[in-house]
Protein backbone atom coordinates (compact mmCIF):
# COMPACT_ATOMS: atom_id res chain seq x y z
CA UNK A 1 0.00 0.00 0.00
CA UNK A 2 2.92 1.77 -0.15
CA UNK A 3 3.98 1.64 -3.21
CA UNK A 4 4.16 3.97 -6.15
CA UNK A 5 3.96 2.29 -9.72
CA UNK A 6 6.33 4.14 -12.20
CA UNK A 7 5.94 3.20 -15.96
CA UNK A 8 7.90 3.05 -18.58
CA UNK A 9 11.37 2.23 -17.09
CA UNK A 10 12.81 3.90 -20.21
CA UNK A 11 11.30 6.20 -23.03
CA UNK A 12 12.49 7.50 -25.87
CA UNK A 13 11.15 10.66 -27.30
CA UNK A 14 11.83 12.74 -30.90
CA UNK A 15 12.69 16.15 -30.23
CA UNK A 16 9.31 18.52 -30.22
CA UNK A 17 7.95 15.23 -29.35
CA UNK A 18 5.44 14.87 -25.95
CA UNK A 19 7.03 12.64 -23.56
CA UNK A 20 4.47 11.36 -20.80
CA UNK A 21 5.52 9.54 -17.70
CA UNK A 22 2.72 7.75 -15.48
CA UNK A 23 2.51 7.05 -11.92
CA UNK A 24 0.04 4.90 -9.37
CA UNK A 25 -0.77 4.60 -6.19
CA UNK A 26 -2.58 2.86 -3.53
CA UNK A 27 -2.78 4.56 -0.50
CA UNK A 28 -5.75 7.25 -0.53
CA UNK A 29 -3.72 8.77 2.40
CA UNK A 30 -0.97 10.10 0.41
CA UNK A 31 -1.69 14.01 -0.21
CA UNK A 32 1.33 15.52 -1.83
CA UNK A 33 2.45 14.37 -4.89
CA UNK A 34 5.97 15.60 -6.28
CA UNK A 35 8.04 15.04 -9.84
CA UNK A 36 11.66 15.15 -9.42
CA UNK A 37 14.49 15.16 -12.21
CA UNK A 38 17.72 13.75 -11.72
CA UNK A 39 20.89 14.35 -14.15
CA UNK A 40 23.79 12.20 -13.75
CA UNK A 41 25.94 13.01 -11.30
CA UNK A 42 23.47 15.43 -9.49
CA UNK A 43 20.83 14.98 -6.63
CA UNK A 44 16.98 14.99 -7.56
CA UNK A 45 15.93 18.44 -8.49
CA UNK A 46 11.67 19.17 -7.66
CA UNK A 47 10.22 19.81 -11.27
CA UNK A 48 6.27 20.33 -9.90
CA UNK A 49 4.14 19.01 -7.96
CA UNK A 50 0.41 18.66 -7.16
CA UNK A 51 -2.06 18.19 -4.44
CA UNK A 52 -4.72 15.54 -4.43
CA UNK A 53 -7.88 18.65 -4.83
CA UNK A 54 -6.42 19.86 -8.32
CA UNK A 55 -6.65 17.59 -11.02
CA UNK A 56 -3.98 19.53 -13.45
CA UNK A 57 -1.25 21.78 -12.72
CA UNK A 58 1.36 23.29 -16.11
CA UNK A 59 4.49 24.65 -15.17
CA UNK A 60 5.93 26.02 -18.58
CA UNK A 61 6.36 23.09 -20.57
CA UNK A 62 5.84 20.53 -17.79
CA UNK A 63 1.99 19.58 -17.06
CA UNK A 64 0.87 16.93 -14.42
CA UNK A 65 -2.17 15.39 -14.63
CA UNK A 66 -4.15 14.06 -11.71
CA UNK A 67 -7.08 11.35 -11.69
CA UNK A 68 -8.10 10.90 -7.99
CA UNK A 69 -10.76 8.24 -8.77
CA UNK A 70 -8.21 5.64 -9.97
CA UNK A 71 -5.39 6.78 -8.03
CA UNK A 72 -3.11 7.72 -11.41
CA UNK A 73 -0.97 10.78 -11.97
CA UNK A 74 0.97 11.54 -14.80
CA UNK A 75 3.64 14.06 -16.25
CA UNK A 76 3.52 15.39 -19.64
CA UNK A 77 6.24 17.53 -21.40
CA UNK A 78 5.50 19.19 -24.02
CA UNK A 79 7.87 20.28 -26.75
CA UNK A 80 10.40 18.10 -25.70
CA UNK A 81 14.33 19.05 -25.82
CA UNK A 82 17.28 16.83 -25.88
CA UNK A 83 18.31 19.21 -22.45
CA UNK A 84 14.90 17.22 -20.72
CA UNK A 85 17.13 13.90 -21.42
CA UNK A 86 17.09 12.50 -17.55
CA UNK A 87 15.96 10.90 -14.79
CA UNK A 88 12.21 11.50 -13.77
CA UNK A 89 10.98 10.12 -10.65
CA UNK A 90 7.61 10.42 -9.31
CA UNK A 91 6.72 10.42 -5.29
CA UNK A 92 4.04 10.76 -2.60
CA UNK A 93 3.88 11.82 0.74
CA UNK A 94 1.34 11.83 3.47
CA UNK A 95 1.40 14.81 5.54
CA UNK A 96 1.40 12.50 8.78
CA UNK A 97 4.86 11.19 8.68
CA UNK A 98 6.84 13.48 6.39
CA UNK A 99 8.51 10.61 4.00
CA UNK A 100 8.64 10.54 0.59
CA UNK A 101 7.27 7.14 -1.15
CA UNK A 102 9.38 7.10 -4.50
CA UNK A 103 8.52 6.11 -7.93
CA UNK A 104 11.59 3.54 -9.72
CA UNK A 105 12.16 6.33 -12.14
CA UNK A 106 12.22 6.97 -15.94
CA UNK A 107 15.08 7.26 -17.74
CA UNK A 108 13.80 9.59 -20.08
CA UNK A 109 16.11 10.21 -23.79
CA UNK A 110 14.86 12.86 -26.19
CA UNK A 111 16.22 12.49 -29.30
CA UNK A 112 17.85 15.69 -31.52
CA UNK B 1 20.45 31.13 -1.81
CA UNK B 2 22.88 28.59 -1.20
CA UNK B 3 21.91 25.42 -2.04
CA UNK B 4 22.38 22.19 0.19
CA UNK B 5 25.87 20.92 0.36
CA UNK B 6 27.18 17.77 1.31
CA UNK B 7 30.29 16.48 2.81
CA UNK B 8 32.57 14.47 1.20
CA UNK B 9 31.14 13.87 -1.94
CA UNK B 10 33.01 11.06 -2.70
CA UNK B 11 34.47 8.14 -0.44
CA UNK B 12 35.64 5.35 -0.30
CA UNK B 13 35.98 2.79 2.59
CA UNK B 14 36.56 -0.87 3.84
CA UNK B 15 34.24 -3.52 5.02
CA UNK B 16 33.74 -3.15 8.53
CA UNK B 17 34.86 0.16 9.24
CA UNK B 18 32.31 3.05 9.63
CA UNK B 19 31.60 6.91 8.05
CA UNK B 20 30.00 9.61 8.59
CA UNK B 21 28.47 12.23 6.26
CA UNK B 22 27.73 15.33 6.73
CA UNK B 23 24.47 17.62 5.30
CA UNK B 24 24.46 21.20 5.43
CA UNK B 25 20.80 22.27 4.54
CA UNK B 26 19.11 25.95 2.81
CA UNK B 27 19.56 28.61 5.36
CA UNK B 28 16.43 29.00 7.05
CA UNK B 29 15.38 25.01 6.30
CA UNK B 30 14.65 23.32 9.91
CA UNK B 31 14.29 19.84 8.25
CA UNK B 32 16.67 17.53 6.76
CA UNK B 33 15.56 13.95 5.56
CA UNK B 34 18.85 11.34 4.19
CA UNK B 35 18.19 8.49 1.14
CA UNK B 36 20.05 6.01 -0.22
CA UNK B 37 20.08 5.83 -3.50
CA UNK B 38 20.93 2.46 -5.51
CA UNK B 39 20.81 1.30 -9.21
CA UNK B 40 18.61 -2.03 -8.08
CA UNK B 41 16.16 -0.12 -5.31
CA UNK B 42 15.89 3.19 -6.02
CA UNK B 43 15.42 6.07 -3.36
CA UNK B 44 15.17 4.42 -0.02
CA UNK B 45 14.08 6.70 2.83
CA UNK B 46 16.89 6.44 5.94
CA UNK B 47 15.41 9.21 8.27
CA UNK B 48 14.38 13.04 8.83
CA UNK B 49 15.14 15.40 11.17
CA UNK B 50 13.42 18.26 12.36
CA UNK B 51 14.74 20.66 14.82
CA UNK B 52 16.87 18.43 16.44
CA UNK B 53 14.80 15.13 16.54
CA UNK B 54 13.92 12.17 14.67
CA UNK B 55 10.66 12.75 13.18
CA UNK B 56 10.54 9.26 10.44
CA UNK B 57 13.01 6.46 10.09
CA UNK B 58 12.48 4.13 7.11
CA UNK B 59 13.64 0.14 7.31
CA UNK B 60 16.94 0.56 7.55
CA UNK B 61 19.28 -1.63 10.22
CA UNK B 62 20.49 0.11 13.72
CA UNK B 63 23.82 0.43 11.84
CA UNK B 64 22.53 3.72 10.14
CA UNK B 65 21.89 6.42 12.80
CA UNK B 66 21.78 9.95 12.31
CA UNK B 67 21.51 13.19 14.38
CA UNK B 68 20.98 17.21 13.36
CA UNK B 69 22.16 19.54 15.49
CA UNK B 70 21.04 23.00 16.58
CA UNK B 71 21.88 25.01 13.25
CA UNK B 72 20.32 22.36 11.34
CA UNK B 73 23.39 20.91 9.82
CA UNK B 74 22.70 17.42 9.93
CA UNK B 75 25.15 13.82 10.16
CA UNK B 76 24.79 10.03 9.63
CA UNK B 77 26.41 7.78 10.72
CA UNK B 78 27.13 4.26 9.29
CA UNK B 79 28.71 1.17 11.14
CA UNK B 80 29.88 -1.80 10.40
CA UNK B 81 30.23 -1.36 6.65
CA UNK B 82 28.81 -3.62 3.95
CA UNK B 83 29.51 -4.06 0.35
CA UNK B 84 25.63 -3.61 0.46
CA UNK B 85 25.90 -0.25 1.46
CA UNK B 86 27.52 1.04 -1.49
CA UNK B 87 25.17 3.93 -3.04
CA UNK B 88 24.39 7.32 -3.50
CA UNK B 89 23.85 8.95 -0.47
CA UNK B 90 21.43 12.04 -0.90
CA UNK B 91 19.97 14.61 1.59
CA UNK B 92 17.73 16.81 1.35
CA UNK B 93 16.30 19.88 2.97
CA UNK B 94 12.40 21.84 3.63
CA UNK B 95 11.46 24.27 5.41
CA UNK B 96 9.83 23.16 8.50
CA UNK B 97 6.93 21.46 9.50
CA UNK B 98 5.20 19.24 6.16
CA UNK B 99 8.48 18.62 4.41
CA UNK B 100 6.30 19.34 1.13
CA UNK B 101 9.30 20.87 -0.53
CA UNK B 102 12.29 18.82 -0.17
CA UNK B 103 15.42 19.87 -2.12
CA UNK B 104 18.02 17.87 -2.35
CA UNK B 105 21.99 18.03 -1.97
CA UNK B 106 24.31 16.28 -5.15
CA UNK B 107 25.01 13.24 -3.02
CA UNK B 108 27.86 11.32 -1.16
CA UNK B 109 29.37 8.78 -3.42
CA UNK B 110 30.03 5.86 -0.56
CA UNK B 111 32.25 2.97 -2.12
CA UNK B 112 32.57 0.09 0.20
CA UNK B 113 35.26 -2.35 -0.88
Known amino acids: QQQVKQSPQSLIVQKGGISIINCAYENTAFDYFPWYQQFPGKGPALLIA???DVSEKKEGRFTISFNKSAKQFSLHIMDSQPGDSATYFCAALMDSNYQLIWGAGTKLIIKP | KAGVTQTPRYLIKTRGQQVTLSCSPISGHRSVSWYQQTPGQGLQFLFEYFSETQRNKGNFPGRFSGRQFSNSRSEMNVSTLELGDSALYLC????????????FGPGTRLTVT
Open chain 2, 92 to 103: ASSVSGSSYEQY
Open chain 1, 50 to 52: IRP
